[in-house]
């Protein structure tokens, strides 16, 4: 057999593999083939090929149904991959279809996407309606890596990081608050975080930057973080702290939508890592044209 038509066998098609996704998922073959509009026969005839193609089963077939094997389910996590870059790929390329000339992938951490950079964002698409602008929420830490790995283009992140293949542009500051309930005993309009380790805190998991801050704050204080409720989101804080279950410490322009509907306070900390500047992060190369019109206009509207 020849070189060209070995790689050829290895090659499966997208639609034999949204099947094979289908198949597993529904643990049936005519459920899947129901589906995929055909019929059983040829929904079997086309998994068979698959695994003749790759040379080996993929498939457990029992009376009951179809489980993956092992090889299975490796193929799984490669092919959800595979037709998740191929949406990607089609939304991409229809939105040049639309007249789009270029695209900007842009991750941001929750403290910019509840605070400014939706206002940033809408009015750059106003300005510029041919770039389209894809946004994403992620961690900091995930988002320097995703620029890293070119999965994003331009990041909003609250901290910057020692690596000398990106670039860190200062952007907006934002300020960290106390947040308690309105019966909370600390009636003070001002707190240091040091005072606050006597109660009990509600945090955001620990891969945030806010709850680094919060633990690096409490071993400097040469106390105990009583962290008791980790939850991913914002509003989860607020909930939380509204149900008395301890002290918050969020971005004020974040949490101030939430101070009226839950009934809470906030308290303005004392300390200096308080007031934190957020930055722009790219890769140190040149930015393409679509880039450099995205972190001008949020430069512009950002720090002076």
């Known amino acids: 057999m020849s070189a060209r038509s070995t790689e050829d066998l290895m090659r499966p098609d997208l639609d034999s593999l949204a099947l094979f996704l289908r198949a597993i998922e529904h643990g049936s073959l005519s459920k899947a083939a129901a589906e995929s509009h055909m019929v059983l026969s040829a929904a079997s005839r086309r998994l068979a090929i698959l ?15 179809v489980t993956p094997t092992g090889a299975g389910e490796s193929l799984a996590m490669h092919a959800r ?7 990607r790929m089609r939304a991409d390329l229809s939105d040049y279809a639309q007249g ?13 996407m509840g605070q400014f950079l939706p206002d ?12 389209r ?5 992620h961690r900091s830490v995930y988002i320097v890596q995703a620029i890293r790995d070119r999965q994003a283009d331009v990041g909003v992140i609250t901290s910057e990081a020692v690596d000398p293949a990106l670039h860190f542009i200062p952007y907006r500051t934002d300020r960290l608050v106390a947040i308690v309930r309105q019966k909370h005993p600390w009636r003070g309009r001002e707190v ?23 633990e690096d704050a409490a071993m400097s204080a040469r106390k105990v973080l009583r962290l008791r409720v980790r939850v991913k989101s914002f509003e989860a804080v607020c909930r939380m702290i509204e149900a008395g279950m301890g002290v918050g410490i969020l971005p004020e ?3 101030v939508t939430y101070r009226k509907e839950m009934k ?6 004392t300390d200096a890592w308080a007031s934190r500047r957020m930055y722009l992060c790219t890769r140190q190369e040149a930015l393409s044209f679509p880039q450099r019109r995205l972190v001008d206009h949020l430069l512009a509207r950002g720090m002076p």
């Open 192 to 214: 240091s975080f040091e005072e606050l380790l006597d109660f009990d805190f509600v945090g955001l998991e620990d891969d945030s930057a806010i709850s680094r801050t919060m």
């Open 253 to 255: 322009g974040a949490a």
């Open 120 to 131: 940033d964002v809408a009015s750059f698409r106003l300005r510029y309606p041919e770039i």
């Open 81 to 87: 991959q595979i037709l998740r870059d191929v949406d």
């Open 100 to 112: 789009a000339t270029g695209r900007v992938r842009l991750h941001a951490n929750a403290s910019a």
């Open 264 to 269: 809470l306070r906030f308290i303005n900390l």
């Open 133 to 137: 602008v894809s946004v994403e929420e």
């Open 51 to 65: 695994e003749s193609q790759l040379g080996v089963g993929l498939l457990n077939r029992t009376s009951k149904g």
